[in-house]
């Protein structure tokens, strides 16, 4: 891994060092597990850095309009029963200046479409874990149906690639999100040093 990378992996990845990554193998051969799922928020000032709930993500629509999602939640891996899935948070809408807001309210998650692991590197050095003190970071994909308040529905993908070689370029940081007929697709890119746009995925104990 070239330095450049190595710099990018440090600022960006902090969420996940310092606690243990389950072996890819080991997690496929799982019967069912328990995910939980984070947006989590990140203070960059403390040694070492400190992962905390209540966090937020953006995507952004063709438009350049966007929404910020909050937000956590489980579910299990094998099932698409809805009793398998809980969680949610807030939303809000800006209109393409970035600060207009046009919407706002909150998101339940009612179903699950799918999860899939992806190749995860061995954790670097530990941090303040106020997220999840028993579970596993791991990177993957979850793909989750969603109900806003005042109605409509929308898919949430949360995208996470924890830090270090193992997981490929091409997975990506963050979330995307579509709200009834507007797709959010592009997610906004984690800034280096800057709290917001980071996702936490971790099997339960």
Not at 85 to 111: C, K, Q, R
Not at 164 to 188: A, L, M, N
Request: glycine share 12%; proline share 7%.
């Amino acid at each position: 891994m070239d330095r450049s990378k190595l710099k990018r992996w440090g600022f960006l990845w902090v969420i996940a060092v310092g606690t243990s990554v389950l072996p890819i193998s080991l997690a496929r051969a799982a019967n069912n597990l328990k995910i939980r799922w984070d947006i989590p928020s990140i203070d960059f000032a403390t040694t070492p850095f400190t992962v905390s709930p209540g966090g937020h993500a953006t995507a952004i629509a063709n438009d350049g309009t966007s929404i910020t999602l909050t937000g956590s939640g489980t579910f299990s891996s094998n099932s698409g029963r809805p009793q398998n899935v809980t969680g949610g948070g807030t939303w809000e809408t800006f209109a393409e200046d970035g600060v207009t807001v046009t919407g706002s309210g909150t998101y339940a998650v009612t179903g699950f479409v799918s999860f899939v692991l992806a190749p995860a590197p061995n954790p670097p050095a530990p941090l303040i874990n106020n997220v999840c003190s028993d579970c596993m970071v791991h990177s993957g994909l979850a793909v989750l149906r969603i109900a806003y308040s005042g109605g409509g529905n929308g898919v949430l993908v949360i995208s996470c690639n924890a830090p270090g070689e193992g997981t490929p370029e091409s997975v990506f940081e963050g979330i995307t999100v579509t709200k009834d007929f507007i797709d959010y697709w592009d997610r906004h890119n984690p800034v280096p040093g800057v709290d917001g746009n980071r996702t936490l995925i971790t099997i339960l104990q």
